[in-house]
């Protein structure tokens, strides 16, 4: 998944001006000293990617790399491509969105163990603090 990402990026760096970005915490995703606030743990952060707002650009086999100014500042940013979640155009109208599967473990290569210990990470908390765990398996009464 990493390299048709990086095919995805390549395309939209050449051919776009502007295009949107949505990063969740997952992997070893840094956000500069700014990190993640608020709702952005939770929930991700959408980067904006236009002339103005990153410079030194480049990545690798799993990472991108760039420094991006948020609120006239320049943070740098490691973003392993299992966060990125979303890219888009335009969040109002967009013309493309491109929506990738979210890995918690490995990529290829993974073994079970590592998937079992992801779906347990699946578990949602309850207002109340409870830890529930939905079974969507079928049972035949």
């Excluded at 390549?10 to 001006?17: R, T």
């Excluded at 970005?21 to 070893?28: E, L, R, S, T, Y």
């Excluded at 650009?57 to 392993?80: H, Q, V």
Aim: aromatic residues 14%.
């Amino acid at each position: 998944m990493s390299k048709f990402k990086k095919q995805i990026l390549g395309l939209l760096f050449d051919f776009y001006d502007k295009f949107y970005m949505h990063v969740i915490p997952a992997g070893d995703i840094c956000i500069g000293e700014r990190g993640f606030i608020g709702n952005e743990r939770e929930h991700g952060l959408v980067l904006v990617f236009s002339a103005s707002s990153y410079k030194n650009l480049r990545w690798d086999e799993n990472t991108l790399y760039a420094d991006m100014r948020f609120s006239g500042k320049w943070e740098s940013l490691i973003i392993p491509f299992q966060s990125i979640v979303t890219v888009f155009d335009d969040p109002g109208k967009p013309d493309f969105v491109f929506k990738f599967s979210v890995y918690t473990e490995k990529e290829p290569g993974s073994n079970s163990k590592e998937k079992e210990k992801s779906s347990d990470k699946s578990r949602v908390k309850s207002s109340n603090g409870k830890i529930v765990k939905v079974d969507f398996s079928r049972r035949d009464d």
